[in-house]
Each structure stands twice: as C-alpha cells, then as structure tokens.
C-alpha cells in the first residue's frame, strides 16, 4: 500500500506546477491549463485523504466529482471568452486583454 504521504507530495507538486503555469505564461489558454492542473491536485488530494481516512463513505469520492464538474464548466466558459476575444481582438494575450478597462 502506498503511504498517504506520497500522493500528498505528488499533489504538491502538481499544484506548483499549475501555480507556475498561471504565473509565468502570457497566453491565457495556457494559463487556464494551468488552472486545470491545480484543480487536478486538489482532486489527488481529496481522494487520497478519502482513501485513508473513512474508506467505507464515499464523500471523498462525491467532492472529486463535484469539482470535476467545476472545472468542466470553467473549462467550457473559459474557453468561449477567449474564442470571442480573439475573434474581437485576434489575440489570447493575457497583457493585451483589456476589455474591461475605460
């Protein structure tokens, strides 16, 4: 059995990932990815405690869903704002991006 430790640092190390992706990337395609990946560590996260700490419920399992329901919806939001900004615009620049400014 894998000790509850390494899923938590596999988790870690996933989030950071994501982190760095939204925080370095310019275009906001790849800064949604970036997002996904860090909700993909909380769904790690959530499973893994699941799992080791009341395997016979399935609340562990219920929030994972839950949250890849969410970041469906992100997903599909997210990436019909950045298809008409770009059909607006013609760019995905997160720099560029200012159509909420006077």
Do not use: C, H
């Amino acid at each position: 059995m894998i000790p509850l430790s390494w899923y938590l640092v596999f988790a870690a190390g996933l989030f950071s990932i994501g982190l760095f992706g939204v925080l370095a990337r310019k275009n906001a395609v790849a800064i949604l990815m970036g997002i996904e990946l860090m909700l993909n560590a909380i769904n790690v996260n959530l499973v893994a405690f699941w799992r080791y700490r009341t395997p016979e419920e399935i609340t562990g399992q219920v929030f994972a869903v839950m949250v890849f329901a969410v970041a469906a919806a992100e997903v599909a939001v997210g990436l019909a704002l950045f298809i008409s900004i770009y059909r607006r615009r013609s760019t995905v620049a997160a720099d560029e991006i200012d159509l909420m400014k006077w």
